[in-house]
Each structure stands twice: as C-alpha cells, then as structure tokens.
C-alpha cells in the first residue's frame, strides 16, 4: 500500500520539475533583468577604464560616447617609452613582493606557534594581532613620515616594506592560524616522535601541507600591498614612488592625458584583479579577519 | 656519551644523561616563544612604537617647515586646537554623513543582492556575477578615484550622458559642492557593495534548504521568511560588515583624494583626507598627531566592539 502511493506519487514529480523548468514566469524575467544590470552596473566602470585606454583623442571626448571602435596601442607605448609608470610598476612589484614575503617569514612561525601551543597571554596577544586592522593609516603615517626622515629611509623600498608588515603580519597570521589549525596535531607529533624538533616539524611536514592557506595568505598580502596608496604617498619623494602614487601624478599639471592615464590604471589594475579572482572565494575571510568564513 | 647514544631506548638515554635537578628549567620549551617573538617584536617597532611616537608628537609644537621654532613641549594645546577647530569636526561630521550616505545603503541593497544572486534559477549567470563581485573590491581606490574623473566628467562623462538619455541635464558631479557627495557616495557604493553582497552570500548558503522548505509549509510570503528565518543567519555577517565598513570610512583617504581632494571647497573633505592635509601639507605635525591619536581611540573602540562581538570565545 505505501508502496505504491510512493510511486503514484513520485512519478509526476519529475515531469512536473522539467515543465517547471521551461516554463519562464514574469519574476524570472525580473531577476534576469536584475542581474544583468547588476553586472553592467560592476563592468562599466572597468570596461570604460579599459577600453579609453585604447581610443584616441577624438574618442575619449566623443558625445555619445563611442562603444565601437579599433583599438590603438598608442597610449601603451606612449606610457612604457616615458618609463616613469614602468618604474613605478617595478617599485610596486619590489615593495608588494617584499613585504608578503617577510610578512610570511615572520607570520607563519607565529600562527603555528599559536594554533599548536598554548602559552599566558595567548587571547591577548590574539586580540591585539587582529586590532592592527582597525587602526588608521593615518594615525601611523604621520609618525613614519618623522621616523623615516630621522633614519633617513625616506623614498626607500625598505621603508614602505616595513610599513606594509603593518597590516600584512595580521593578515599573515590570522589566516595562517586557520590554516594550521586545519592539519591534525597527530600530523606533526608524527614527526615529532620520529625524533624532528617543532621547527622541523613545521618546515618539512606541517608549511608543505599548509600551502593552499598560505598561498591564498601571500596573494592577499600582495593585492593589499600593491593597493596601497596613503603610505607611499607620503613616504615617497621621487625613486621608491609606486605605481598608484604615480597614477594620482596624472591629475596634476596642466592637460590631462586620458588616454595614458587610463593606460596606467589598466596596467596597475590587472595583475590585481586576476589574483583577486584566484582567491575570489577566500577574499571575505582575509577582508574580515575570519569573521566571515 | 657515545656508549649512551647506542643504547636502545632513549627514555633511559635521557634520565642517564641528565641529573633532574639541573636540568629543570632549560625543559621549560621556548620554542613557542621563539617561534612567535620575531612577529611581535616587529609589530610592536612598526605599530606600537609609532603609536607612541605619535602621542608623543601631539605634546609638542612641531611645525616642520619652520624648524627654528624647535620642537618645544605644549602641553595639551594641541589638543585644545584639534577640539576648537571647526574643520576638524566638520570632517568628522562628514564622515558622518558619507557613513549614512553609504553604509546602510550598502547594506539594504546588498542583502538584496546576495538573495537575487542565491535564489534566482539563473544559475550559470549569478555563478558569473558572483565572480565579477571580486573586481571592484580588488581594484586599486586610487584608479577607482582616476576612473571617476573620466566617467563623472562634465563634459563627456559617461554618468551624464547616460543621464541624459533619460532627460536629466548634466551636472558638474566633482565641482558642484552638493553633488560631490553623492558622487563620492555613489562611488564608495559601487567599490563595497560586492563585499556586503558576498558576505550576506555566505551568510544565506549557511542556512540549510530544509528550514526553507519547512518554512515554506508555514507561509508563501518570501518576505516573512526572509525575516523571520533568513535575517538571523546574515546578522552576524552584517555587523561585521558595519564594524569594519565604519573602520573603512575612518580611513578612507586614496578614492577621495584622487576624484575631489576633498573638494570642491571643503565639500567631500572627510577626516582622513583632512588630517592628511593638516600633517602633509601644513605641516603642523604636533597638531596633526593630537587629531590622530583622537583618531586612533575611535579605532580602538570599534576594534574592541568587533572583537567583543566575534572571537568571544577564543579556540585554542
């Protein structure tokens, strides 16, 4: 008896769902709708960053605005004969690349030091790590501006390296932490029994099966880095300039060269926006310390 | 030693080598401690110690473009002139206004995001605007700030010409002073809607389509079910979200800096953007660390409330 009203009743779901499935309702046209402006309104702005990067003169200043068009390379090279946005690139590179690595050669020791031990003061120090991320550039800035011309460390790498540890062993660490976490403690008492020392223990067994979390702590270490603009705005005079400080040049002066400028921030935006969506998954948990898994 | 070390158990290898009392105290592991002290020791020269710098900065008349004044000790003069001065609270009044302007907008509408994107059929097309959420977040603020000028431009911005074409006349979005809050508003929107739309994704795939479908039995309205079932799931997320976007906008300083300077006037002058001016461009140092550490103790506070609220109970 149940069996059968289990069949009599099964058996027009299915036909019921695919009906269901072709049938399109007015709500559904709506959300269509919605989405579509949704990621028109997201694109735009890029899309027309990009894309006047590629048009003329004429173009950019065209009423109605030109959507089609040849593209013209023009204001790239323009952009890298004058090398001064390259070498903005270059210090960008240098201080984004130099500072997530020492943030993890620092960070890393810590987060597993504070997801395998447990020590006095461990939720202290826990809150003060994660209490970095609330405080204002500003407020550190001004010190860093004296402190570096008291060291003379003004328009150094070295400074904006260090400065960017600011927020990039916070980071480091509270993503590591959750990471470590992760790998059962057996893994490495394994080890430890095997007659290695922690440190071993860490370098050979625990970092090697770490790696995806530590990955995803090192591409946002570098796109928070590279980002960066109050800093090397103020910290910067001429040779360690980054690449957005030598962006904001463009507003200055008398003409604004769109078209290079636009060149410029297509330049500087894309390496950030492709790891961006590597770790697109993970994004939320680095821009909320965790608070948002 | 070496007859110790062919011995087959290291047990009594250890209590052979070692007479208990001395060796006591080296026993304590310091291994955690090493492990974690570089990280702190570089935390506290390039966050602490700053901090204090600036504190004490703030007691002292340092003016840098005048350095035969010296730098002599003030008192709390600075700090009397930080609270007499009207800019500096206009700017914190603005930020006000922006975080109003912005934030529960942000909220509202990415909340409504994140349902469209997780309920609709759609499947494959909110797969790729889930994705494309990722871009504005990952953009650099200062080419956020250049692309304004372009698209904002009077003249042959895409803003109003779009505008146009549903009959509203141009306006002077950057140099119109009651415009340029809107436009940086609109602007902050357009960078930090995806994040709350992400964070309130995550917060509605925690809830499990069981208790929807329960709910389903109770009401059809997907109003009430969003009250009542959904909103407890995402109120976590969301405070964070408040928390951190209030910290955001108390340092939002390079998308402002490079689509009105603050301008025009004191129009879109926010607190960072005017502390900025105060230490970079006057130069008034003593001043400018007396408005940052008042600054700082707002940071605090929210640090503290965010942590309150989120690592409770810390897991060891």
């Known amino acids: ?293 | 030693m070496s007859e110790a070390h062919r011995d087959p158990t290291p047990a009594a290898d250890l209590t052979l080598a070692r007479p208990a009392w001395r060796w006591r105290r080296p026993r304590v592991d310091r291994t955690p401690v090493l492990m974690i002290a570089p990280a702190v020791i570089v935390l506290v020269l390039i966050g602490v110690y700053p901090l204090f710098y600036a504190l004490r900065t703030s007691f002292q008349l340092y003016q840098v473009t005048k350095p035969y004044l010296g730098t002599p000790w003030v008192g709390f003069a600075n700090y009397a002139t930080a609270l007499q001065d009207p800019l500096f609270w206009s700017s914190l009044s603005r930020t006000g206004l922006f975080f109003l302007l912005t934030v529960p907008v942000q909220i509202v509408l990415g909340v409504a995001v994140a349902l469209l994107l997780t309920s609709t059929r759609w499947r494959r097309l909110s797969g790729i605007t889930r994705v494309l959420l990722v871009l504005p977040i990952a953009t650099t603020p200062t080419v956020v700030g250049l692309i304004g000028r372009l698209v904002y431009n009077r003249d042959f911005g895409l803003f109003n010409w779009a505008l146009g074409l549903i009959g509203i006349p141009p306006v002077n979005w950057l140099g119109d002073s009651s415009a340029a809050m809107a436009t940086i508003a609109l602007t902050d929107t357009w960078q930090w809607l995806p994040f709350v739309a992400l964070v309130a994704m995550s917060g509605l795939t925690s809830v499990s389509p069981d208790i929807i479908e329960a709910s389903r039995l109770e009401t059809n309205r997907a109003l009430e079910i969003f009250w009542y079932v959904q909103l407890p799931y995402l109120l976590p997320g969301l405070t964070a979200v408040l928390i951190i976007r209030t910290a955001d906008i108390l340092k939002l300083f390079d998308m402002i800096f490079v689509l009105t300077r603050g301008g025009p006037g004191v129009a879109t002058d926010l607190v960072s953007v005017y502390v900025q001016r105060v230490g970079f461009r006057v130069f008034d140092m003593g001043l400018a660390s007396a408005q940052a550490i008042l600054l700082l103790v707002l940071c605090n506070v929210l640090a503290q409330t965010y942590i309150r609220l989120f690592y409770r109970e810390i897991e060891a």
Request: some cysteine.
């Open chain 1, 1 to 293: 008896m149940s069996a059968s009203s289990a069949t009599v009743s099964s058996s027009p779901r299915p036909s019921q769902r695919s009906r269901r499935r072709w049938r399109i309702s007015l709500a559904d046209i709506a959300q269509l709708v919605a989405i579509l402006l949704l990621a028109v309104f997201i694109l735009v702005p890029i899309y027309w960053m990009a894309s006047t990067s590629l048009k003329t003169g004429n173009q950019t200043f065209a009423i109605p605005p030109v959507f089609i068009f040849e593209p013209t390379f023009e204001h790239y090279r323009e952009v890298f004969a004058e090398g001064v946005v390259t070498k903005g690139l270059r210090n960008s590179l240098i201080v984004a690349t130099g500072s997530t690595l020492l943030a993890l050669l620092l960070g890393t020791p810590a987060a597993y030091a504070m997801a395998r031990f447990d020590f006095r003061g461990k939720a202290s120090l826990w809150f003060w790590i994660i209490s970095n991320r609330f405080i204002s550039p500003i407020v550190v800035a001004l010190p860093f501006f004296l402190l570096a011309r008291d060291f003379s460390l003004l328009d150094t790498h070295l400074v904006l390296i260090l400065t960017y540890l600011t927020f990039n062993i916070p980071l480091v660490i509270w993503l590591c932490i959750d990471q470590f976490r992760a790998i059962p403690r057996e893994i490495d008492q394994a080890a430890l029994v095997d007659g290695a020392n922690q440190w071993e223990a860490l370098r050979t067994i625990v970092l090697p099966l770490a790696i995806p979390g530590i990955v995803v702590a090192a591409i946002l270490c570098f796109v928070f880095s590279w980002n960066e603009f109050l800093f090397a705005l103020v910290l910067t005079r001429a040779e360690a300039k980054t690449a957005p400080v030598e962006a904001a040049n463009f507003m200055t002066g008398f003409g604004i060269r769109w078209g290079a400028m636009m060149a410029t921030g297509t330049l500087i935006v894309l390496p950030v926006v492709v790891f961006a969506a590597i770790v697109s998954r993970h994004l939320v948990r680095g821009l909320t310390m965790g608070a948002v898994k």
